[in-house]
């Protein structure tokens, strides 16, 4: 049987507080109130130090599994978005060994920052219209695992799943638009950027909540 499911506080804490009922009831019943005062008193006192210390440690190695679960699911959703961002692996503000792991968030956010300006503002570039059909192309595969993924987010942080939930309208919202149609390609970019400043708040929120592989 396994019983390490049943191994939480809640459950260890009406256990102690059984055993502690039982050994006063026992106790006063031997040997009256001077014998608990002389002898089960200290007796108790010893045991209950070491049993608080005993559940700080099992509290902080629970507190650490925890984590670790969390980080591995962050690491799931995390990949999808790197299979996004390989999309724009051709464009200048793209370092060519950019990678977009955790532990790399000041580099995330700048990289996505510029990136940003490429579709966006006076700075922004022609794109071309193969990066436009490839990336469309993608939503529309990527976009199926991607909502199938968002119960995963949920279990992280609120701002994981509200970042994860807005990418997710994203990548739906470019899966849509008609390749074909040159009058898009404003709602084109005006995805993109959205879609690029959510994906920093996931970045963001990872890192606030120390949620990413490496940081535990």
């Known amino acids: 049987m396994n019983i390490s499911k049943y191994l939480n506080k809640r459950n260890i804490m009406w256990s102690c507080l059984i055993i502690l009922v039982y050994l006063l009831t ?4 031997l040997g009256g109130y001077d014998h608990y005062i002389n002898n089960l008193l200290p007796e108790f006192s010893g045991m209950f130090f070491e049993l608080f210390i005993v559940l700080l440690i099992f509290n902080k190695w629970q507190d650490r599994e925890e984590s670790k679960r969390k980080i591995a699911k962050e690491k799931r959703l995390r990949e999808f978005l790197i299979f996004i961002i390989n999309e724009f692996s051709a464009f200048k503000s793209m370092p060519e060994a950019f990678s977009f792991y955790g532990l790399n968030h ?7 920052n510029r990136l940003k300006s490429e579709f966006s503002g006076e700075t922004k570039v022609n794109i071309p219209i193969s990066f436009r059909n490839a990336f469309i192309r993608h939503c529309q595969l990527d976009i199926d695992a991607l909502t199938a993924l968002l119960p995963v987010a949920a279990n992280l942080s609120e701002e ?3 970042s994860w939930s807005r990418v997710v309208y994203y990548v739906k919202k470019s899966s849509m638009l008609n390749i074909e149609n040159p009058e898009e390609f404003e709602l084109f970019n005006e995805y993109i950027v959205k879609l690029l400043d959510y994906m920093r708040r996931f970045d963001r929120a990872s890192f606030d909540n120390q949620l990413y592989h490496g940081a535990v």
């Open 160 to 162: 994981h799943f509200k």
């Open 106 to 112: 000041t580099e995330n956010q700048t990289v996505l």
């Open 26 to 29: 026992h106790g006063f019943s």
